[in-house]
Nanobody, 115 residues
Framework: QVQLVESGGGLVQAGGSLRLSCRTSGVLFELYRMDWYRQAPGKQRESVAFITSSSIPNYADSVKGRFTISRDNAKNTVYLQMNSLKPEDTAIYYC?????????WGKGTLVTVSS
């Protein structure tokens, strides 16, 4: 079955960096767009970035210029490099893969940015 496993979250000071990873299995990874979402306490889940199967990235305005999404098809893994982190980036970060009408999610990784 399709599995997505995020890692790389943690506690970092404002201005710092983290690199999130999402390893997938059970899916022909190279065929699909991959998304990163986040959900802050008390807020709705929001899109952060996605990368197409052709490795074309797209970013939410709130992270543009600070975050970089990339993928390694040989490792079935998508990454999110997060630089210049702000306290408002604090959230659980999830990766997502949509296959047909099905959305697959990982369990998330917590990112906490202290001021």
């Amino acid at each position: 079955q399709v599995q997505l496993v995020e890692s790389g979250g943690g506690l970092v000071q404002a201005g710092g960096s983290l690199r999130l990873s999402c390893r997938t299995s059970g899916v022909l990874f190279e065929l699909y767009r991959m998304d990163w979402y986040r959900q802050a306490p008390g807020k709705q889940r929001e899109s952060v970035a996605f990368i197409t199967s052709s490795s074309i990235p797209n970013y939410a305005d709130s992270v543009k210029g600070r975050f970089t999404i990339s993928r390694d098809n040989a490792k079935n893994t998508v990454y999110l490099q997060m630089n210049s982190l702000k306290p408002e980036d604090t959230a659980i970060y999830y990766c997502n893969c949509r296959i047909g009408l099905m959305d697959y999610w990982g369990k998330g990784t917590l990112v906490t940015v202290s001021s």
